[in-house]
């Protein structure tokens, strides 16, 4: 369970507490380059990104997947910004996407997938700050029509690691898009060193010091009834392809 706490990625935003803020949104696509152009192909990204994408609300981050049928494919993500803010992003510049398709697609394999991410700040932990290098994705596919079911399970999860690990750092992001491929809800841990997933899951045993002995096997079924399924990746940051310099701020409040 620990390695069940998924974008992205991900620099968090200051909550303005006096009025209500729009949600946040990151911007992921997945790009595959081609499997002889992958020096081309990453010398246009890092290229691209440092010119049109290093500061903010456009600013990009791209990742290296580590692990499962992706891996060896990049993420490239924006944000954090608003949907309002889409309006100005540099993809409405002929001369950006020319750049674009030139240095970056033209060197990529045609597949793609685009994906939209909704900052949940409520269920997140950015309590200091950090450098981006290594993230750990869990994935979940939410049942239909059990969207509240399941967030009461995250409200759960989300107490049990803020009382006994607020030291490590995450993110919870929600999919904007319906979509019928298991991703609809992210937890992204971030972490320095490998050793890290090499501790006692000691989640079951936290759960029960905080919501009461015998509770976790309730737990288990709730989270059971309210999903389909789940997935996890690796994601490494390269900083050498990315606008944005990895760097991410503690959120007021937390």
Excluded: C
């Excluded at 999919?175 to 989640?203: C, H, Q």
Aim: charged letters at 25%; a negative charge; glycine letters at 6%.
């Amino acid at each position: 369970m620990k390695r069940l706490i998924l974008a992205a990625l991900l620099i968090p935003f200051l909550i303005n507490g006096q009025e209500p803020t729009p949600s946040t949104i990151f911007t992921n696509v997945m790009l595959t380059a081609h499997p002889t152009k992958i020096a081309e192909f990453e010398a246009g990204l890092a290229a691209h990104n440092k010119k049109y994408h290093a500061d903010g609300p456009y600013q990009a981050s791209v990742f290296w997947i580590a692990s499962g049928k992706n891996s060896g494919k990049y993420i490239w993500s924006m944000g954090p910004n608003t949907w309002a803010s889409m309006d100005d992003a540099p993809a409405n510049d002929p001369e950006h996407t020319a750049d674009w398709n030139t240095n970056v697609v033209a060197h990529a394999m045609p597949d793609q997938e685009t994906t939209y991410w909704r900052s949940d700040m409520k269920h997140s932990n950015f309590s200091k700050d950090f450098s981006l290098k290594n993230l750990s994705i869990f994935m979940i596919d939410i049942k239909r029509f059990k969207q509240m079911e399941f967030e009461a399970v995250l409200d759960k999860v989300t107490k049990v690691y803020k009382e006994k690990d607020p030291e490590q750092q995450w993110g919870v992001y929600f999919n904007e898009m319906n979509n019928v491929d298991g991703k609809d809800f992210v937890w992204v841990n971030f972490f320095d060193k490998s050793a890290w997933l090499g501790k006692d899951d000691k989640f079951p045993q936290y759960f029960e010091e905080v919501h009461g002995e015998g509770s976790f096997p309730q737990f288990l079924k709730d989270f059971e009834a309210a999903t389909d399924g789940q997935q996890s990746e690796f994601w490494i940051f390269r900083g050498d392809l990315s606008g944005a310099n990895g760097e991410v701020q503690a959120v007021n409040g937390q």
